[in-house]
């Protein structure tokens, strides 16, 4: 309607000078600002990847979900931008001793033992020697129970942990509540973890946002490391 109407024809578009001055600059400042990027709040942070090995990402796998592979993109802008900022890089990473009795056996198959397979690095996500990047071995679904990654973040002064990997409501979930037991801030983004039941997934979030962190997004993480 508006392009017909003859008052706005005559009077405003063909016949007054702020079309050309004033509108027409105005607008096309307005569309050409960029939205401001968040800034870091200087909380130490690290970065702590959890379980992202082949048994959840490789097709030939027993645990492997095809939506697994979607948070490897996000995870790795942020390993590359951690690596590039000196952040401290944790990976922690399920590992069982073959051959002995294990109680997590007790409610799956054996799997993630030292060796196999299924317990290997994705290409790309493995630790490099820079100094900022250790592996913690993990017997159970938390990265801190039994390991000694509590001890080692306090050392270092860290008061927030990112974490990211899989599955969402096991073993990013049993590390989120262990790092809030602990102390730590926690900050799980959506875009970096998953799970083959996502309903599960949400509502692990929807706990992590409530009782235990944040659900930051992903720029907020960026901007933290």
């Known amino acids: 309607m508006t392009d017909t109407d003859p008052t706005s024809t005559g009077s405003t578009s063909t016949g007054s000078t702020n079309t050309g001055s004033t509108n ?8 050409h600002v960029p939205e401001a990027e968040p800034v870091t709040d200087g909380v130490p942070t690290a970065l702590v990847l ?60 054996r799997h993630h033992q030292i060796g196999a397979s299924d317990a290997a690095y994705v290409p790309g996500f493995e630790p490099i020697a820079s100094g900022r990047e250790v592996e913690v071995p993990k017997r159970r679904f938390s990265a801190f129970y039994a390991t000694d990654l509590d001890l080692l973040l306090r050392e270092q002064g860290i008061r927030r942990v990112i974490l990211v990997g899989v599955k969402t409501n096991v073993c990013i979930r049993a590390s989120a509540q262990d790092a809030f037991a602990g ?17 599960l997934a949400e509502a692990s979030l929807e706990d992590i946002e409530r009782y235990i962190g944040r659900v930051p997004t992903f720029a907020e993480a960026m901007a933290s490391l």
């Open 24 to 31: 027409t600059g105005s607008t096309n400042t307005d569309e």
């Open 50 to 109: 959890v379980d992202v090995i082949a048994s959840f990402f490789d097709p030939d796998e027993a645990n492997f979900y095809p939506a697994a592979t979607e948070v490897l993109g996000p995870i790795r802008e942020l390993l590359e931008l951690a690596r590039e900022r000196g952040t401290l890089v944790i990976h922690a990473v399920e590992r069982h001793y073959p051959g002995l009795e294990d109680f997590e056996f007790g409610k799956l198959p």
């Open 183 to 199: 102390g730590f801030e926690v900050w799980v983004p959506r875009e970096t973890t998953n799970s083959n039941r996502p309903h």
